[in-house]
């Protein structure tokens, strides 16, 4: 069996094992193990989430150029204001500079930057960031780049089931009505497909609240690459798995 994880290997050997007619239309990422990446350097924290941003650039080109339609980072949770205040700067911080170094190279790519989450409690800058790189992609039909800031699964669904609330009592749907592809409209990834893929470097194998409605039949994919040192070549490793995996969405194979 050929290795992907060979020194020999690299991106073109592993560009060629991957279909590319079964990409999977929606990947999320959850970009884990920046901290113990830069822990094992002796560096400070926010030295691992700087060199995660190296990754965020060479995995959206990638995606990008592949033909992936919707690309989802987990790049802040509703958990993550419990960090050091520190590391939390230093989080928008990076936000706001890769929005800005970054954004002309995404528009020329077609990328459309969006964001899900409640944004609008972050500081201002990085909402006017947001706002504006939206505003100046949303004409793009290349690849949907979804950050996923301040978000948690079980904020979103509590705040969709609030709005459909309101509109069950406005009268505008009828709560026998309601049905999971309704329900879907209300969360923050309304129009967006379920992910396909889910990948989590860094040896963790949890979910940490990242898309758990839309999760309900994604194939996962976990590695214990921290996500600083996730190459190109693991993007396609992923991919390949996922396409060489028996997807049933609980039915069963059709010759069964
Ligand atoms: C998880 O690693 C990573 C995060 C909580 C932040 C990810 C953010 C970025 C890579 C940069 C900012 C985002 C953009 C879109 C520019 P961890 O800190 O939990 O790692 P650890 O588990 O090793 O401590």
Redesign the pocket.
């Known amino acids: 069996m050929w290795n992907f994880f060979t020194k020999k290997n690299n991106v073109k050997d592993s560009n060629q094992l991957i279909d590319m007619n079964n990409i999977p239309k929606h990947i999320g990422i959850i970009?884990?193990?920046?901290?113990?990446?830069a822990?094992e350097k002796k560096l400070p924290?926010s030295m691992?989430?700087k060199a995660?941003?190296e990754?965020?650039r060479e995995i959206v080109k990638e995606c990008n150029r592949i033909g992936v339609k919707y690309l989802t980072?987990?790049?802040?949770?509703t958990e993550?204001w419990k960090r050091p205040t520190e590391e939390v700067n230093a989080?928008m911080k990076?936000?706001v500079e890769?929005l800005s170094k970054e954004i002309d190279e995404l528009h020329r790519n077609n990328v459309i930057v969006n964001s899900i989450g409640d944004i609008n409690k972050l500081p201002q800058i990085c909402i006017d960031k947001l706002n504006g790189a939206y505003n100046k992609t949303k004409n793009n039909d290349g690849l949907i780049l979804n950050?996923a800031l301040n978000y948690g699964g079980r904020d979103e669904i509590l705040r969709g089931m609030k709005l459909l609330y309101k509109d069950v009592q406005r009268g505008k749907i009828k709560i026998e009505n309601i049905d999971e592809n309704i329900f879907s409209r209300y969360l923050y990834t309304n129009g967006i497909p379920d992910p396909d893929l889910i990948i989590r470097p860094?040896g963790?194998q949890r979910l940490s609240n990242f898309l758990i409605w839309q999760c309900a039949y994604s194939e996962f994919w976990y590695s214990n690459i921290?996500?600083p040192d996730f190459k190109i070549k693991h993007l396609h490793k992923a991919i390949y798995d996922y396409q060489n995996r028996d997807r049933r969405f609980g039915g069963v194979k059709s010759e069964q």
């Open positions: 970009m884990d193990g920046n901290g113990r990446w822990k924290r691992g989430h995660g941003v990754t965020i980072l987990y790049a802040f949770s993550n989080l990076l936000l890769y950050l860094s963790e921290k996500w």
